[in-house]
């Protein structure tokens, strides 16, 4: 079963715009984390935020964190297509971090 | 890859064969965990280790076993592949419990 459901599934964007990515999720979590997959390759890690955390910040990437909504979002600011990729949130919600529950992913591309 | 390959990259194999899928990573991470990743189902954890010897199921486990002898092997075994089981399957460790995962680079199984 999936904990987190990214939305949109698909985004396109120009180059320099922003993007933003939601994640909702049912149980209650340890923490939120944010991945990205090129295509074909592994995923790579972008961003933890913890429970008690509400807003985190990693160059360009600005994730939030509702509890009370259970959501999240992360937002690229200043996209590049470099970007292009598949974003997805990956929960962990037993408190023992090694069962993390992934999205189905959003699908961004950011057109030059 | 943050030190983590997986043998084989791609691999076609017969429904009712055996077939293994290693993972071997340098890191000398705690954790090592097995998933798969499927269209419109982002990844779904098969098992995971959080030690020699140490293993445990996730949420699609049924007809996948494991083995870690060593800290730097996490194994994979499917005992008698079916068609369900084509998929591309994504070794992951980590340092602790609630911690990011490093993720290998994938294996692609097509089982006919």
Redesign the interface.
């Known amino acids: 079963?999936?904990q987190?459901e990214e939305d949109p599934q698909a985004l396109s964007i120009q180059e320099g715009e922003n993007a933003t990515m939601n994640c909702s999720y049912k149980t209650s979590i340890?923490?939120l984390?944010w991945?990205r997959q090129n295509s074909?390759?592994?995923?790579?890690?972008l961003i933890?935020i913890r429970s008690n955390e509400r807003e985190k910040h990693s160059g360009r990437l600005r994730v939030t964190l509702d509890t009370s909504k259970k959501s999240s979002s992360l937002l690229i600011t200043a996209s590049r297509a470099a970007d292009t990729a598949s974003y997805?949130c990956?929960t962990?919600a037993t408190?023992?971090?090694?069962?993390?529950?992934?999205?189905?992913?959003t699908i961004l591309r950011v057109k030059s | 890859?943050a030190g983590?390959t997986q043998s084989p990259r791609h691999k076609v194999t017969e429904t009712g064969t055996p077939v293994t899928l290693r993972c071997h990573q340098t890191e000398n991470h705690r954790?090592m965990?097995w998933?798969r990743q499927d269209p419109?189902?982002?990844?779904?954890?098969i098992h995971?280790s959080?030690g020699v010897k140490d293993t445990d199921k996730?949420?699609v486990s049924d007809g996948y076993s494991v083995s870690r002898s060593k800290t730097e092997d996490f194994l994979l075994t499917l005992e008698s592949a079916t068609s369900s089981q084509t998929s591309v399957y994504?070794c992951?460790i980590?340092d602790?419990?609630?911690?990011?995962?490093?993720?290998?680079?994938?294996t692609r199984l097509l089982v006919l």
């Open positions: 079963s999936q987190g340890n923490n984390q991945y074909g390759r592994g995923l790579v890690h933890l997805f990956a962990d408190g023992y971090g090694n069962k993390l529950v992934f999205g189905a992913g | 890859d983590i954790y965990y998933y419109g189902h982002g990844l779904r954890l995971y959080y996730g949420e994504f992951a980590s602790g419990a609630e911690e990011t995962q490093y993720f290998g680079p994938g």
